[in-house]
């Protein structure tokens, strides 16, 4: 005679163990935070977003103070560089009339030509600068360049329309006397000149910040046993076999 075999468990009960992970005791989540533990990982770094957003702005602030500032530096230089375009006075039925000296003459395309290479190495200059001082980099810092280089290109053009000759060219020619030759004021007739500072700086920054900017940390392609939670268990058999 056999002895009679062990009745398996009824189907709604589950055996103790399966082989699975054992899950943490009841309260381990609210002890854990509770101690201070890293399980929460937006809280502290919710914290540091105000102060850091903060910061930058500050940040972003004075480098559009700073490099708006050097426009006065690219206005003398343009005053000093850009050729002279030349005019002349003559009296025609009692009244001044002044007209270029050379009609066919490229001085007034080179005004604008110098502006713009000057604006130009301005703008590759700041955006060197300005990575070199904070490699971070950031939105805020990007707009600030862009805005500073803008500010700075229209403190260079009405500076240097200041320091050239007179404006007022019938006057002029009345002082220099009838057929005298005369420079005129300086006059920035392509304004879109004005955005060749910001978006010199723009692409230079932006280019050295995607060849030597700071990069994220790659993921661990190896992670440590236990780093990541194993997927549900295979439910089993009442004998803790696989069940079919």
């Given amino acids: 005679m056999t ?9 709604n009960e589950r055996p103790s163990y399966q082989g699975g992970p054992v899950p943490p005791p009841a309260g381990a989540h609210a002890v854990g935070a509770a101690s201070g533990g890293s399980h929460d990982p937006y809280g502290t770094h919710g914290e540091q977003d105000g102060p850091g957003m903060l ?35 003559e009296v025609v039925n009692d009244s001044w009339v002044v007209y270029l000296k050379d009609s066919e003459g490229e001085q007034a395309i080179g005004v604008d030509g110098t502006f713009t290479l000057l ?41 240097g329309v200041w320091l050239g000759p ?11 006397g009838k057929g005298v030759t005369f ?39 190896w992670p440590a046993p236990g780093q990541y939670p194993s997927g549900p268990s295979e439910p089993s058999g009442p004998y803790g076999g696989k069940s079919v």
């Fill in 183 to 221: 420079s005129a004021p300086l006059k920035l007739g392509a304004k879109g000149a004005l955005l060749a500072w910001s978006l010199a700086a723009l692409v230079v920054h932006l280019g050295l910040t995607g060849l030597f900017g700071p990069r994220d940390p790659e993921p661990d392609p």
């Fill in 55 to 89: 910061t930058e702005v500050r940040q972003a602030a004075v480098t559009a103070v700073a490099v708006a500032l050097f426009g006065a530096l690219l206005g003398v230089l343009w005053w000093k560089l850009a050729p002279s375009v030349p005019l002349v006075g």
């Fill in 3 to 11: 002895a009679p075999l062990t009745p398996p468990p009824p189907p």
């Fill in 166 to 176: 007179a404006q007022d060219v019938i006057a002029h020619a009345k002082d220099v």
């Fill in 119 to 159: 604006a130009l190495a301005f703008g590759a200059l700041s955006g060197v600068v300005v990575f070199l001082l904070r490699r971070r980099g950031g939105v805020p810092l990007v707009v600030a360049l862009c805005a500073g280089g803008l500010l700075g290109s229209l403190l260079a053009w009405r500076l």
